[in-house]
Every structure is written in C-alpha cells, then in structure tokens.
C-alpha cells in the first residue's frame, strides 16, 4: 500500500464563494486517487470543433465523486453513471463525410520516428521500430517499486503510436461525446487531452476509429487502432535508452518534458495548475513522443499483473480486474513518472477520472490481444 494526503485550497469561482477543501491522493499499487472536496477550474473558451461553454462563463455544474476508502482504493465513477454526455450545442465546422481512398504503398514505417498524419483525424502517428529491450527497472534504480523487476522483451512487429495523447477534439470527432464535461480537474478545448474516460471507453474510441478508417479506404484491413501494450508502452517511452527517465536519471530536468508535480512533489503543475495541460507544449522524448512522462496516466491493453510480463510480444495476463496505466500525471511526483513506473493494481476498466487519459496504437491485428484467446482479437473486437 502507498498512499499520501496533501491538504490545499481551492477556490470555485462562484458568488465569490471560497471554499478551502482537501485534495487526498491514495496509492495503492501505484494508483493516484482524489478525495471528493477538490478544486475548481473555470472553462476554457469556446472553440470551432469541440462545443463548451462561452469564453469568460464560470459556471460549472461540481460533480461530488463518490469515496471509499477500503483497500481496494478509491473507485470514483464508474462507466454509465454520469460520463457520457451527448447533448450538445451546434458544430459548425464539423468535418464532411469523405471518400473512399486506398492507402498507398505499405501501412508500416520504415525508420524509428517518422512519422504520418494520413488519418481522419489528422492525427499524428510516430512509427516505433521492431527491437527488444529490459522492461521494468533495476532494485537499486532510484524510486523502484516491487512490481517493476525486470524482464527481457522482444518486440517482432514495429506499430504506429499517437505523438501525442488523444485530444478533446479527437474525441469529440469520433465519438461525440464530452465525459471530461463538469470535471472540476478537466479545462476544455480542443488540445486538451482527453480525460475522465475509462479502458472501456478507450477500447470503443479505438473501435470506432478502426471502421472508421477502414470505410475510408486509409487503414488495412490488417491493422487496427488499439490501446499500446504494456510493453508496446514502455519501449517506446524508452526509445533505446536505460535511465529512469527517457532524458535521462535527474529528475531537476522532468519539467522540460512534462507536467508533474501538482499534489504530490514541486513540479510546474503546483499552484493553481491542478489539471492536464494541452498536448505537445513540452519537449519530445528520442521517438519523438510528447507528453510520455506526466500529464496525463496513459490506459494500457494488459490486465495488470504485480511480475511483469516477459518474452516476445508479450500482452500481459489472460484474464484479470484491473488494467494497467502508465506515465504518471499532472499531480504525481517525479517518482510515478518513471518509464518504468506502473500502476492499474487497483483500477478497474471502468474507472473515469481527470488524471486518465490515453494514447492510440496503430498495430497488426492478429498481434493484439485484450482478453481471451488470440484468435478471438484477430478482428480487434472490445470484449
């Protein structure tokens, strides 16, 4: 059990109300978990493709998260009970349907950072190349955990990974719906990360691209969008390199490259920054990846098991309750944002909250698997 209480203030900007409320993190296996008194942030302004509330308002409907403090830490809200919000305002510039067009040459990279936009989205992509590396981190790496012991992994496919983390716009684009709405940790607008949305979420936002992009003739039917690996994850945060973090071991440097440090640790989102911050302001990692360490904890395929998962193309458990996340957030110190660090030992794939946010893969299907047999997830279906 890790666990820590940081007491702040926090102001919701209201009638000139003050109120001073705690903010109590849990970690439990790695977790990082808010108590249900906790800071406000007014809206971010309108923007042409994602809806919200007008520039200057500050009102926000509060949204009280259920707590319960028993050892399987704390669950917050669940999938069904208040995430998905589908009403909304017009969209004037939402994109047209578009034709059909054939993706041309071979769908994989040819060299480790190039990268494509070639999507609907626009999305960046950066190609991760084929290789092996040690996952985890050495019992004498500073700010090791039990559950990072290393293990030897061969990766025998390279796959397309999302530069940066799946935005508000991007979301909103496939699915239409705004789950961070009413977060008191959530500002809104188009590049912002996409946050309070659970696995489950994740895997259908991954589904629905896929036919998405394979109606439009731009994804092979052999590949699919997907959820990174756990291992997928940490090579390419690693991207060749050995120190704790992809910069290197001394952590006084973190703050070129992410957020961090909000509630637990002296980082640049201390103050009045409890919140994910938009996408790609900090510096690349070797991959050319951004926003790798903090920010927001990335959603994984695995289930999450404490003895990690080793050999070639390893996809973790076969079965489990809880999925793993990775990379630490805006209010983790410089400890949980390690490459090797991990957490998922007591998150379920329903959970939603404003520090949980993902990025997408783009990998041969018959590779993936979320649960069950292979052959069940040779066509990527969520299950």
Known sequence: MRARTILGKSAILAS??????AYVYQRSGGELFPSSAQKSEAPAAATELLPGPKAGSVARTVRTLHTNWVTTGFRGKAAGEDGDVTSRPSIKSMPKPETRSEPSGTFAGTRAGQTRDDNGLKTTLVWIPPGEF????????????????????????????????????????VMQTMPWLGNIFAKEGNDYPATCVSWDDGMK????????????????????YTLPTEAQWEYACRAGTKSRFSFGDDESDLSDYGWWGGVNGEGNAKGE????????QKKANPFRLYD???????WCSDYYAEKLAGGTDPQGPSEGSNRVLRGGCWGDPARFCRSANRAGKNVTPDYRDGYIGFRIAA???SRIRHGGSPEEADFGRHQ
């Open 16 to 21: 000139s109300v003050v109120l001073v409320s």
């Open 134 to 173: 040690m996952m985890g981190s050495r019992e004498d790496e500073r700010g090791h955990f039990y559950d990072e012991n290393q293990a030897h992994v061969s990766l025998s496919r390279g796959f397309w990974l999302g530069q940066h983390e799946v935005t508000q716009a991007e979301w909103w684009r």
């Open 205 to 224: 936002f991954c589904e629905k691209l896929t036919e998405q992009e394979r109606a439009a003739g731009r994804l092979p039917s052999g590949w699919q």
């Open 273 to 280: 920054q409890y919140y994910a911050h938009t996408v790609g």
């Open 292 to 298: 790798i360490h903090g920010n927001v904890s990335e």
């Open 363 to 365: 990998a041969a299907a």
